[in-house]
Structures are given as C-alpha cells and as structure tokens.
C-alpha cells in the first residue's frame, strides 16, 4: 500500500485544518489507520488511529476533543479533522498503515506517507 498525505498548512491558533491520506492499494477490515507527528528534536508520536473495518476510533490525549480521525472506504482515504488548533501542535504528520490492528508504536506500522507539515502560530 502506498499513501499520500496532503493538507498542511500554515494556520493561527484556533484555526482549523483537515489533513487527507489516500491510499493505493485495499485495505482490509484487520487494518488500522493512523497518524502521527513529529515536531522538530522530538521522536514520532502517535495521534490518532481508526478502525478500516469498523471505525473505532482512537486518540491520545493531548488531542482529544479537538481532532477527529475518519474515512471512506468508498474513496479508500483516512481523514484528520484538527480544531482548536495550538502551537504546540506544530509538526510534520505523517499517515501509517498498521497490518496487525491498534497500536501507538510506530514500529507496527509498515506503510509509511510523506509528512504534510502543519505549523501553528500564536
């Protein structure tokens, strides 16, 4: 599977952003989507990650309330909805695809989109 991620930007805070992540190739109902981010210094961390099958949706808690993940199936593309946005949220996001289910550590996810940078001011 290859995946393209687009949507970044430069944004005030407060603002809002949607990042898109499509990709080549099926995915199945056992996969997970998920994004993560990496500011400048700091190791990769993850964000956010759905279900294919189902859904499920799950966040870390430094964006909870504020970000929303999605797909469609239809059209094969994950989304990241981000609201409220801060300066803290600054860094390049990247958009992973995990074959073996939900899991926050970077090194279960084998397929690997470009980082679209976000950058947040104050």
């Known amino acids: 599977v290859q995946l393209q991620a687009s949507g970044g930007g430069l944004v005030q805070a407060g603002d809002s952003l949607r990042l898109s992540c499509v990709a080549s190739?099926?995915?199945?109902?056992?996969?997970?989507m998920g994004w993560f981010r990496q500011a400048p210094g700091r190791e990769r961390e993850w964000v956010a990650a759905i279900r294919w099958g189902t859904g499920g949706t799950y966040y870390t808690d430094d964006v909870k309330g504020r970000f929303t993940i999605s797909r469609s199936t239809a059209q094969n593309t994950v989304y990241l909805q981000m609201n409220s946005l801060k300066p803290e949220d600054t860094a390049a996001y990247y958009c992973a695809r995990s074959p073996r289910g939900l899991d926050n550590n970077p090194k279960s996810y084998d397929s690997w989109g470009q980082g679209t940078q976000v950058t947040v001011s104050s």
């Open positions: 190739g099926r995915l199945f109902s056992s996969h997970v």
